[in-house]
């Protein structure tokens, strides 16, 4: 099993005038065992207003190795969890709506697991 300060994931939250939750999602990454070596901040076309809010959110959790990507138009959820996965550099992809929040130790488990089986091409939970 690897260990390193930091799981070889890619958070990816799209997101689309998400300004009032997404503090509440960051904060769950920020709180895992096993924190991500990268999240993502898809931003799907919001309007101005709410992208300099969204921008300003993410700025807080400048403790995290976040970045803030911008779509030019929104496209939906669909697309911009695809932008997120093409701007994605580590070995394993998690998705967080931007609604959402995590258990502390989710990246840790479900991250272990994927590194310690090869053949799971994917992994998931009910809840």
Request: aromatic share 6%; net charge neutral; glycine share 6%.
């Amino acid at each position: 099993m690897r260990r390193a300060d930091r799981a070889p994931v890619s958070v990816v939250i799209p997101c689309y005038r998400c300004q009032g939750t997404l503090g509440r999602a960051l904060a769950s990454v920020a709180a895992q065992t096993w924190p991500p070596a990268e999240v993502i901040v898809v931003d799907d076309g919001s309007p101005e207003g709410d992208a300099a809010e969204i921008r300003r959110v993410v700025d807080a959790y400048r403790a995290l190795p976040v970045r803030y990507v911008r779509l030019d138009r929104n496209r939906g959820p669909g697309a911009a969890r695809n932008a997120g996965w093409e701007a994605a550099t580590q070995e394993l992809v998690a998705f967080l709506d931007a609604d959402d929040s995590w258990h502390p130790r989710k990246l840790e488990i479900q991250a272990r697991t994927m590194l310690d089986r090869p053949e799971l091409a994917l992994s998931g939970h009910r809840w």
